[in-house]
């Protein structure tokens, strides 16, 4: 259920700090630009956290407009809706994590690790 609906520059105070560069480069996915066309979008904000960023100059009545980027408002997660670059985020991921892993490492190490290398 979406609790609130931010329109144009007010958005930029929703973003978290760590999913600002993500955002960025789903915009630029897009072929949009994070700052001239931040105008035209909304933030729909759910009850559970849940954001999504719509481009809405192709609102119609049913559809929201185009999905830009899908994030949790603490910072949590995030959704590319171009499997490409998230895919690759998890193959570079996979490669940190196996050289991370070739020497002996504690279980403080190992979440010290995913907490600065994992991203979702």
């Given at each position: 259920m979406i ?10 105070k929703y ?43 192709n ?5 929201n407009?185009t ?10 997660s ?37 907490k ?5």
């Amino acid at each position: 259920m979406i609790k609130k609906t931010i329109i144009g520059e007010e958005i930029k105070k929703y973003i978290p700090a760590n999913r600002l560069e993500d955002v960025t480069l789903s915009f630029q996915d897009h072929k949009l630009d994070f700052e001239k066309d931040l105008h035209f979008c909304d933030l729909q904000i759910s009850n559970r956290g849940t954001c999504w960023l719509h481009d809405t100059r192709n609102k119609r009545f049913n559809f929201n407009g185009t999905l830009i980027a899908t994030f949790q408002i603490d910072g949590s997660s995030f959704f590319f809706t171009n499997s490409k670059r998230g895919d690759q985020r998890m193959k570079d991921y996979k490669d940190k994590r196996r050289e991370f892993f070739k020497a002996k490492r504690t279980a403080s190490e190992f979440a010290k690790f995913e907490k600065e290398h994992f991203r979702s």
